[in-house]
């Protein structure tokens, strides 16, 4: 069965610190991975994409890597802002016929001041 | 653009009624999409769309409905509402079926008593 796993589950960080949010999963085969950053009461908002080939992806302070050989990948948030504090979700998704994706349960990130 | 709009914001059903949960998108996206997130869960695909006229079933159908007839809109119909889909519902829309930035919507948060 396809499975992600997110760790931690929750993390409360000082703003202006860095921190790593992880995602196993066990789909196969994979198409491609993705992470989501989830407001609360809002709808999730795509963070980066990457494909097999693709070990690493940047969007401004938020860094993706991506390790298809051991099935693993991890969020790195550069100097934390207050703005950070949400639900970070990571998505697997198969290639082959099956449009449905396997999601995380997410990873709640809280930013103090 | 308005990108995904979902109405409504929030709604309170009885146990047994019936309604329908409007998407619409306007980026001429191909490929839309009905998640329900619960608590302490991962979103779950409910049903699928690849193009106007064209829908398939996701994770957990059952218990409704959608249809496709214009690329724009994308319902979801609750036919017999119970308990058990008290839920947060998100449509979202990307351009095509893979490696595509998927957007989604606001949200519309349904109790079934």
């Known amino acids: 069965k396809n499975q992600v796993e997110q760790s931690p589950q929750s993390l409360i960080i000082l703003e202006g610190k860095n921190c790593t949010l992880q995602?196993?999963?066990?789909?196969?085969?994979?198409?491609?991975l993705r992470w989501y950053k989830q407001d609360t009461g809002r709808g999730p908002v795509s963070l980066t994409i990457?494909?097999?080939?693709?070990n690493t992806k940047s969007n401004g302070r938020y860094t993706a890597t991506l390790d298809a050989d051991t099935k693993q990948s991890s969020l790195h948030i550069t100097a934390s802002q207050l703005s950070d504090s949400a639900s970070y979700i990571c998505?697997?998704?198969?290639?082959?016929?099956?449009?449905?994706?396997?999601f995380g349960r997410g990873t709640s990130l809280i930013v103090h001041p | 653009n308005a990108g995904v709009t979902q109405t409504p914001k929030f709604q309170v059903l009885k146990t047994g009624q019936s309604m329908t949960l409007q998407c619409a998108q306007d980026?001429?996206?191909?490929?839309m999409s009905w998640y329900r997130q619960d608590p302490g869960m991962g979103l779950r695909l409910i049903h699928y769309?690849?193009?106007?006229?064209?829908?398939d079933q996701g994770e957990v159908p059952n218990g409704y409905n959608v249809s496709r007839s214009t690329t724009e809109d994308f319902p979801l119909r609750l036919l017999s509402a119970a308990p058990s889909q008290t839920s947060v519902y998100f449509c979202?829309?990307?351009?095509?079926?893979?490696?595509?930035?998927?957007?989604f919507g606001p949200g519309t948060r349904l109790t079934v008593t």
């Open positions: 979202a829309s990307r351009p095509g079926t893979r490696g595509y930035e998927q957007y």
């Open positions: 995602c196993n999963y066990t789909v196969s085969p994979f198409s491609n």
């Open positions: 990457m494909t097999f080939s693709e």
């Open positions: 998505v697997v998704s198969a290639s082959g016929g099956s449009y449905i994706p396997t």
């Open positions: 980026m001429n996206h191909e490929y």
């Open positions: 769309s690849v193009g106007a006229g064209i829908t």
